[in-house]
T-cell receptor, first 111, second 113 residues
Framework: QQQVKQSPQSLIVQKGGISIINCAYE??????FPWYQQFPGKGPALLIA?????SEKKEGRFTISFNKSAKQFSLHIMDSQPGDSATYFC??????????FGQGTILTVHP | KAGVTQTPRYLIKTRGQQVTLSCSPI?????VSWYQQTPGQGLQFLFE???????NKGNFPGRFSGRQFSNSRSEMNVSTLELGDSALYLC????????????FGPGTRLLVL
C-alpha cells in the first residue's frame, strides 16, 4: 500500500514537444506529492509539488495534474528542451511519514 | 544558503569492512533523511532523524544504522559491507519534523569490492 507506481520507464520526446509522466498510488493517507528531477552525478532536485486538495499546479513549463478519485497524478513538461533530459521521480508522503518514490522515468529530449 | 553537503563523495571498500558517511543539512533544517539509490531498486528510504531521534526506519538490515547530532548533522554507518551495498547514498534535509519539502545532497557513491 506504500508503493508509488510510475510510468513510463523511459520517454523520448522531440524538442518543443510535451513530455507526460504518470504516477499512481494506493495509500489514501498520502497528502503531499512532489516531483524530483535528477541529472547524472547529482542528487534529486525538487521540481514541483502538489497537495491533494488541488487538481492542478503550474510552475513555468512544468504542470502537475492530480486526480484524487483515481489516485493518480502526472507531470507535464511543455515545450520540452534538451536541457530537460534527466531522470524524473514522482513521490508521495504522509505527514510525519517517509517519502516514497516511484521507480523513475528517464526522459530524453532530442534537438 | 549552502545546500546539503555529503562527505565523502566517493568511497571504495571491500566486503566485510564498515563505512561511515556524513551529511550536513541546510542551515536551520532539523530533519535529515537517508536514502539508498541503485539502478535496480531505485530510491529506497533508509531512516529519518529529527532532533537526534530516529522517527522513521526503512526495511534495511540492522547493519545499516545512523545517528543525528545536536547540530543536526547526521552520519550513517554500514557494517560488514556486502557487494549489494554498492549504491549512491543520498541525504536530504527538511526544515521541520513534518519533513515535507526535502532537499537532497549530491550523494556518496559507495563501491564495495
Amino acid at each position: 500500500q506504500q508503493q508509488v507506481k510510475q510510468s513510463p520507464q523511459s520517454l523520448i520526446v522531440q524538442k518543443g514537444g510535451i513530455s507526460i509522466i504518470n504516477c499512481a498510488y494506493e495509500n489514501t493517507a498520502f497528502d503531499y506529492f512532489p516531483w524530483y528531477q535528477q541529472f547524472p552525478g547529482k542528487g534529486p532536485a525538487l521540481l514541483i509539488a502538489i497537495r491533494p486538495d488541488v487538481s492542478e499546479k503550474k510552475e513555468g513549463r512544468f504542470t502537475i495534474s492530480f486526480n484524487k478519485s483515481a489516485k493518480q497524478f502526472s507531470l507535464h513538461i511543455m515545450d520540452s528542451q534538451p536541457g530537460d533530459s534527466a531522470t524524473y521521480f514522482c513521490a508521495a508522503k504522509t505527514s510525519y511519514g517517509k517519502l516514497t518514490f516511484g521507480q523513475g522515468t528517464i526522459l530524453t529530449v532530442h534537438p | 544558503k549552502a545546500g546539503v553537503t555529503q562527505t565523502p563523495r566517493y568511497l571504495i571498500k571491500t566486503r566485510g569492512q564498515q563505512v561511515t558517511l556524513s551529511c550536513s543539512p541546510i542551515s536551520g533544517h532539523r530533519s535529515v533523511s537517508w536514502y539508498q539509490q541503485t539502478p535496480g531498486q531505485g530510491l529506497q528510504f533508509l531512516f529519518e532523524y529529527f532532533s537526534e531521534t530516529q522517527r522513521n526506519k526503512g526495511n534495511f538490515p540492522g547493519r545499516f544504522s545512523g545517528r543525528q547530532f545536536s547540530n543536526s548533522r547526521s552520519e550513517m554507518n554500514v557494517s560488514t559491507l556486502e557487494l549489494g551495498d554498492s549504491a549512491l547514498y543520498l541525504c536530504a534535509s527538511s526544515l521541520d519534523e513534518v519533513g515535507k519539502t526535502q532537499y537532497f545532497g549530491p550523494g556518496t557513491r559507495l563501491l564495495v569490492l
